[in-house]
């Protein structure tokens, strides 16, 4: 029997046999829900593998796309759930640098009720393509307030900040862009996290970023072992 647990608490969730089954469902569905209490950070079942928590990463017309993507693979690599969603009512996106990428579904589509993280990456016009749309706007709103983890990069920051949510908050944003972040206490750093909402400056701190976004969703010991797989050495 194989026991499946909460890396950043080490509370165990499940008892797998070499099946793959769980002898105590009924106990295993109690531990789901008083892991989700707890920390936010829980372990699913899905096609034979064991992921953790649920993020969406959004992605728009003229998305910086590795800012973008470098979150999807690190997130990924950790297990984490990742959903890519189109803010610009197609699958089928063209990000800033002329590259084609197909979303896993449209942002509108996304049921949010049990992801755990959303990310906003950067680029022009990617940023105020995000910024028009309802439905990422009000998901930022909704995480924020209900205390879910909202994460932005470069320009996107700006958004958090046009909606109210940097207000006598810590945070950072693309140099050409930190005079946007109204309200907030600005820092000219790589990463900074302040409660329930993460920002970063740019291209140059995304790789910092999204393993701030793992260790958020999978704890330090997965950050540092993916940090060591990519051979990230600063």
């Known amino acids: 029997t194989n026991h499946a647990a909460c890396r950043p608490c080490g509370m165990r969730l499940l008892s797998f ?13 109690l531990s789901f829900f008083l892991m989700r ?5 829980f372990i699913r ?24 993507l470098l979150v999807v693979d690190l997130l990924r690599r950790a297990k984490v759930e990742v959903t890519v969603a189109s803010a610009s009512g197609s699958r089928e996106i063209v990000s800033s640098h002329k590259v084609h990428i197909t979303a896993d579904a449209l942002a509108e589509e996304v049921d949010y009720s049990d992801v755990d993280m959303v990310v906003l990456p950067g680029g022009i016009p990617g940023t105020p393509n995000l910024a028009a749309n309802k439905t990422v706007t009000d998901t930022c709103v909704s995480f924020a307030k209900s ?3 909202v994460a932005a ?3 996107a920051p700006s958004v958090l900040a046009s909606l109210g949510l940097l207000e006598g908050r810590k945070a950072t944003a693309h140099a050409g862009f930190q005079d946007k972040l109204a309200g907030a206490e600005v820092l000219d750093t790589e990463v900074v996290v302040d409660g329930n909402i993460t920002t970063s400056y740019g291209l140059g701190g995304a790789i910092p970023f999204a393993l ?6 999978a704890g330090q010991a997965e950050a540092d072992r993916i940090q060591n797989a990519i051979a990230y050495r600063h």
């Open 17 to 29: 046999n070499r099946e793959g089954r769980s002898p105590h469902a009924s106990g295993a569905l």
């Open 37 to 41: 209490r707890r920390c936010a950070v």
């Open 45 to 68: 079942n899905q096609g034979g593998l064991i992921f953790m928590s649920k993020a969406v990463v959004f992605f728009a017309e003229g998305t910086e796309e590795c800012e973008a």
């Open 147 to 149: 205390g879910k983890k």
């Open 153 to 155: 990069i470069c320009a």
């Open 212 to 217: 701030e976004l793992v260790r958020q969703l």
